[in-house]
């Protein structure tokens, strides 16, 4: 296959920087495009990416006779490519953060966990699980046990956050243990007075081994553990992941196994909206939409429950279509729900935006601005409030997406009262979907039959869950089971941006900052 628009321009500038990617594999992991690069072109092809306008979205790399295969993953226009090179053991990559600064942490990941290294990177510390091995041990290689056999993990308090100097700078450490009932975290301030000059996050503390628990594993088995990525996205994580397998096994989902998929998708997405929304009031100290907005969570929640068989729809979606069918006599109900919930929704939005004192609190509070964002990749509700309004249900569609209109909101304040304003915004389209999907459901089966063969192949999945786009890769080896499985869950992009947002902020609003972001702790922390 020959390089066509939108990568085209990249692909000319490679050719003309000497740089050989063959010919464009459109197979291997489709709908993407994949190309392989030698290893010393890896840096001249982040820089090339970088200025022609490529978005960088993962990196993962697993092991190979004699050495790693690396990949990169990076979209312009609604098309994903896929770079990929073959390291010899003892050699080093060229790191992709002096040119993106999203690849820090995934290069880090990669580092502690296969030992990949990459050189020139502008951050050599360790990011994933801490202390819990040591810095000769990869625990994502093969020879290394599930479980080894070792006392408890030392205390981390030896971590080098950066420090800062000058008259009146004070040092604040927030977490890893928090008030309330949030994951783990460490949040390191520097500040004058109230003024933040510069916060540093510490995450990793849930690491769970997910990738390294999901070798072995049949399709089902892994369909639950992707679905267990980060709970709140049970959906989004389980629809990315049994997409790469059904490509990567040829599956044909059956039609309203598709169109109960975006049902579950949707649903989750309002969910986790009006939760969110609600938290954001809350921690400006606007108890009543907290209280309203949960109110409403709780009902939908329960339809779930009713409809779907669990409140967050957990295991809803297995390989080859959906664990449950709609009840028809639900359908009509489901709908008329979707509408009343939308009229409320706006009444109380309508209420919230009349409020001078929250209107204070949450407009021109954290800004991220369009131009960063676009440098950092945000993606996701983070992204759209600042100018960034990739979606891939309408610009990389898939099945039934392909067939519908998606409404993506976008603004350009990059402020929490954006953020929150999005997320309104996709509650409102979602309903909408949601009507409409129940109008249209087709007849027929609600899942197709798995291949009982076993042979090695690997697929791509890309979804849009409910935080943004979500990006996973499977491998299965001759027999069949996963040998290598990673979900880029979008809080890989997205908390990084609230570093960066916090600055010349209050130290009193990181809380409201951090929930408009709301990066998935788990998510991130595989």
Known sequence: ???????????????????????????????????????????????LARENGLRWCALWAQEEAGGHEVCVALETGGRHLVLRTALPNGTALASHAPHFPAADRPERHAHDLLGVAFADAPDTRRWTRHQAWTEAEFPLRASFPLAPA???????????????HGPGVVEIPVGPVHAGIIEPGHFRFQAVGETVLNLEQRLGYVHKGIEKLAVGRDAAGLARLAGRVSGDSTVGHA?????????????AVPQRALWLRALLAERER???????????????????????????REAWLRENAEAFGHRLLMDGIIPGGVARDLDPDLAPPLADRAGRLAAEVADLITTLEGSESLEDRLMTTGRLLPEVA???????????????TFDVR?????????????????????????????????????????????????????????PASHAAGEGLGCVEGWRGEILTYVRFD??????????????????????????????????VCNKSVNGSYSGQDL
């Open 1 to 47: 296959m020959n390089w066509t628009a939108p990568l085209a321009p990249f692909a000319a500038a490679c050719r003309s920087a000497g740089l050989d990617l063959g010919a464009a594999d459109a197979a291997a992991l489709a709908p993407a495009v994949s190309a392989r690069l030698a290893p010393g072109d890896w840096g001249t092809a982040a820089k």
């Open 150 to 164: 070792r006392p408890p993990t030392d205390g981390d308090d030896s971590y080098p956050f950066h420090v800062a």
């Open 239 to 251: 629809w990315a992941a049994c997409q790469a397998m059904e490509r990567a096994r040829g599956v």
């Open 270 to 296: 309002v969910a986790n909206h009006l939760g969110d929304i609600g938290a954001i009031c809350n921690d400006v100290g606007f108890a009543f939409a907290h209280s309203q907005l949960g109110r409403l």
């Open 374 to 388: 676009g440098q950092l990749g945000v993606v996701g509700y983070v992204g759209r409030a600042s100018g960034q």
């Open 394 to 450: 309408r610009d990389a569609p898939y099945a039934p997406y392909d067939a519908l209109e998606v409404r993506v909101p976008g603004y350009r304040a990059g402020d929490v009262a954006a953020r929150a304003k999005v997320r309104a915004d996709e509650i409102a389209a979602s309903l909408g979907l949601i009507c409409r999907l129940l109008v249209t459901l087709p007849a027929g089966p609600v899942c197709a039959t798995w």
């Open 478 to 511: 001759r027999g069949g089971r996963v040998a290598r499985f990673f979900p880029r869950d979008p809080s890989w992009l997205t908390w990084p941006a609230l570093e960066l947002l916090l600055q010349d902020n209050i130290v009193p609003d990181f809380p």
